[in-house]
Structures are given as C-alpha cells and as structure tokens.
C-alpha cells in the first residue's frame, strides 16, 4: 500500500536512473548515438535514455551525480531525502523554488561550481560516507547538520531538524551530540541553539513554524506539541498541535491535509468537543503565518480570553507524549550491528 502524500517518510520511487557516460560498456550512448534523439543529456559527457527519466525529486539529485567530485557526497537535503525523509523535498519554503542539490566536497581542494549545486567545504570523514540510491551520500545525522547549516534563519534551522526527526532518520539528540562536536565551525551557534529548541513530536514544517512564533515572538509559554487531551471524566478529545496547559489555549494548523475527508469532519468534531470542554482554540492557517505581527497579536488574545475561562468550566487536560525516537534508533543501530557481526562469522 503506497504512503499517503503528507507521510513524513518516503521510500525509493521505481525506475530511478543515474546517468551514464558516453562508451560505458553496455549501459550508455555511443559517441555518434549519444548526439541522437534516443539520449537525453544530463552533464557533458553523461546521459539517460531519451524519455526514461522519474518525475522525482531523488531523480533530480540523481541527475547530479556526474559532478560529485573523488570522495565526494549528496548532503543537506538531498542526503536526507535519499535517506527517506519526505519533508526534505528540494523546495524553497514557497513550495515551488527549487533549492541548489547539496554536495560535501570535505576540505580536498577547488570545485568547479555549478548552477543548481551547492558545495559544502567543511571536513568529511570517510565513515560519515554510505550509499543510498546508487550514490555516495552523507550519514543522517550529518546531512541534517549540513541542512540546519544551510538555512537562513533560526527557525528555518529548527525545521531542518525537524524533518529529519519527523522522517524518523535522525533523533534530536544525535544531533545536539554532533554539533557539540563542531565548536568553532562557521554557522554552529545556529544550529546549536535550533537543536535546543527542536521537538520530538512535530508533525508538519508550518507546524514547527507556528510553535516558533508562538513561543520565540508571543512569547507564550512552552507548548505541549501534539499532545493528546482528555475531559476529566477520561473520554478522549483527541490529539492538538500544541496546548498551554496553564491557559488552556489549543493551537492548531489548519495545512492542505485538514481539508480532506473525513480529515475535515474529525476536526471539526475534536474542536467541538475541546470546546465543551473549556478549552480556548485557536486555528492558524498559512496566510496567518506570512503575517507574523498579526499572528502574534492574535496569539496573545486567545491565550487571554483561555486564562478568562472559569475555572468550573475547565473539564480537559492534556498528556504529553513520552520521547521515543532516540532509544529507537539506538536499538535499530545494535541490530544492525548484530546483524554485520553474525554476516562476518558465516564467511
């Protein structure tokens, strides 16, 4: 059964291609073929077959390939995405601009650069290297450093993190670790502070965009993130985006998903109900966050009139979600090392 599109984990598309140079032995064009309408050109010297390519972000950074440089690895988001995490699509925050396909190069010397390419020149360690899709490609934790170095702006920086934890290839602390590690490398302080701010539970990029606002510029106190509530009684509410136990105030982003069926009809049920409750709600949607003083202004009103609730009319709480990810990818980590050790005894 295919992932639903808002999955924040993706697997390999099929009939994903790297392209062949010229003379390759079975595989690519001939000199005189290579300048027929059989091949399409992807970088001098390499092609693929004429009407064969993926409409595929993997197949994009695939198309790359041919200029990775000796020792060289696809990074940042493009490492991410080949790794499994959907979120990292390639895409501007507008959703449409297509961000340069990133390649770590370490400290080896002079790249040509190249539209469509970005180079990172910070060091490489060779056992930071594995391969996903046929090609060299930084480990999670470090495609998710060199994604959080390449961002703008503190937020965008914590959604960079974000989108690896919710695509389940890095957890938070693997890479506060990492980044303990980089003292004194350009763009650190960034990324240091963005993984202190991170969360676990975050299920959206606008969603890690509503909370930094709430938090960082309303200045509201810290947000459960997607906890679930209850009414006293024990019936369950069901999940929020983010709460303020001590107002009551709910958060909610209203994204492209909300207005599917029954996801619609669910919500408007589950907001019924915190409001019979006593819970204040509030429903962002992505015009209110390309608005951020007027967010802000609306923020601030709803968690007054949550804090004007009565008491006798408060008959919810909420229960936030226990940490997992880490300890998961710890134990996947052992198995797979289990699993090499019992290979190398059966040669």
Known sequence: MGRHRWDPQVGLPQGLQIPVPVGST???????????????RKARGFYLPAGSEVDAVEQRILNAAPHLPPLGAFTGWAACRLHGAAFHDGLGRDGITRLPVPIAVGTRGWVRRRAGLAYSLFG???????VAAGVPVTDPVRATY????AADSLVEAIVELEKSVMGRIASIEQ??????AKRGTQGVRQAREAAQLASEFSRSPQEVRTRFIAERVARLPALLVNATAYTLDGSRIGE???????SGL??????ADHEEQPRRHGDAIKLERLRAAGAEVLRVTTPMLGEPEGLVATMRAARQRALETPDERRR???????????QELLEARVVAELARDLERQMR
């Open 124 to 130: 490489l360690d060779a056992t930071a290297i594995q």
């Open 250 to 255: 709910v958060v909610e982003f209203d994204g």
């Open 316 to 326: 919810y709480r909420f229960v936030a979600r226990a940490p997992s990810l880490h």
């Open 240 to 246: 929020v985006d983010l709460a303020e136990p001590t």
């Open 26 to 40: 079975g595989a690519g064009p001939t000199q005189s073929t290579a300048r027929s309408a059989a091949w399409d």
């Open 175 to 180: 890479v506060r670790d990492f980044i303990e």
């Open 146 to 149: 060199d994604a959080m170095l």
